[in-house]
């Protein structure tokens, strides 16, 4: 989106849900569902009208969403713009006419960052109490950074009103840190977590994730602001067995027909030990490259995210048979956690054959040592980081 997490997720949500009479709607019957997704929005920020065009998506999908208010739930916390008073967590449900709209559930007070990890866990606890499920499916929503920190501390200064995920409201921002949102999700809670949002496609994001759910997807690059394609994407990522892999294509095929820059991963995190594993033998026995000359550059930000299999077999002098055994290590990792993999050959400047889908591993990585001393120190303490280096 240029949602770019600062990383925020960093994160968080969405928008101002309609103040229908309660009664309206129809109450959901009081048994556990087989599928509850939160949508986490964070827009306040630049992203706020994006938000209410995603919400109408979501609504104009409700229709095709089977058992939706009964064996599926879909539940939205959103804070909906800088000027918001309130972050609210809604119910996509039906009126006794038959329309479906959001309903609000709860509110919450905006003396608690929505990029705070004590909201999130809040907020978290609040889907199980008012959406007990079998099974449930995590969508983050707002700017994103991938690894790179923003090292906001979670405080409101006295006197100012607050603000979540990427604020700039009366000067006040927040963020949270991926080592804070690894924090933030329960162990296994969610099977699935979908970045919509630029940048979380990393491997050192997705492996600090590791023992959070089943199921990661994202992009590793920036996406549009208007996001995911929720009219099409939302019925698959609500069913009680998610078609992630349909997601990540519909994702892909939106973009890509409008002739736009676009890449989708989706990946499986069991497997992530041994890609780290086929990772560490490369970076312990080869010599790191000079430079990042000729790598495949994901980022438009200050910091440089490069294609993660490209980058480590840059490590490797492929005439040496040890070498080729090790690449082919690290690929069959690859193939073993990669559900589905898409990448343009257009990058976000708009230049063509910029990117080279033959490259594309899925996931970007950092460089290290080519950022800021502050942004290395915070690198060399993230969990993908301690594995890998030798």
């Known amino acids: 989106m240029n949602k770019i ?6 994160t968080i949500f969405i928008f101002a849900f309609s103040s229908c009479d309660d ?18 929005a964070v827009a306040s920020n630049n992203l706020s009208s994006y938000l209410i065009a995603d919400k109408n998506e979501m609504i104009q999908a409700a229709p095709d969403v089977a058992g939706l208010g009964k064996d599926v739930r879909i539940l939205l916390y959103s804070v909906a713009s800088q000027s918001a008073t309130e972050a609210t967590l809604a119910e996509l449900a039906q009126d ?10 709860k509110s919450y007070d905006r003396n608690t960052f929505s990029t705070d990890p004590v909201r999130m866990n809040e907020v978290f606890s609040d889907l199980r109490k008012e959406a007990e499920a079998e099974n449930y499916g995590l969508i983050l929503w707002s700017h994103g950074t991938g690894w790179v ?32 949102l690894s924090s933030a999700i329960p162990d296994r809670m969610f099977d699935y977590v979908w970045f919509d949002l630029c940048y979380m496609m990393g491997v050192e994001v997705v492996y600090q994730l590791r023992n959070k759910c089943d199921y990661i997807g994202g992009y590793p690059t920036e996406d549009w602001s208007p996001g995911m394609n929720y009219e099409t994407t939302l019925p698959m990522l609500a069913a009680p ?11 892909y095929d939106y973009y890509n027909d409008q002739r736009l820059a676009v890449t989708v991963t989706v990946m499986k995190t069991d497997g992530l030990e041994n890609l780290a594993q086929a990772a560490a033998d490369i970076y ?3 010599t790191r490259p000079k430079s990042v000359q000729g790598l495949q550059n994901y980022s438009r930000l200050s910091t440089g995210m490069y294609d993660f299999g490209q980058f480590t077999k840059k490590y490797l002098d492929m005439s ?47 460089f290290p040592g080519s950022s800021n001393a502050k942004a290395e120190t915070y690198y060399n303490t993230l969990d993908w980081t301690q594995r890998v280096n030798p």
Request: charged share 20%.
């Open 149 to 180: 920190p923003n090292f906001t501390e979670h405080v409101v200064p006295q006197g100012l009103q607050k603000s979540y995920g990427l604020d700039k409201y009366q000067g006040v921002t927040d963020y949270c840190d991926i080592d804070e």
């Open 284 to 286: 312990e026995y080869g």
């Open 96 to 105: 006794s006419s038959g329309n479906w709209d959001f309903v609000e559930i």
């Open 23 to 40: 009664n309206k709607f129809k109450e959901p019957d009081a048994h556990k569902t087989k599928r509850t997704v939160l949508i986490y």
């Open 320 to 366: 040496d048979p040890k070498s080729k055994e090790l690449s082919d290590a690290l690929d069959n990792a690859l193939a073993d956690i990669t559900l589905y993999a898409g990448c343009s050959t257009k990058n976000f400047n708009g230049t063509n054959n910029a990117f080279d889908p033959s490259i594309y591993s899925g996931l970007s990585c950092h």
């Open 241 to 251: 067995t998610p078609n992630l892999v349909g997601v990540g294509k519909a994702f």
């Open 5 to 10: 997490l600062n990383l925020l997720f960093a």
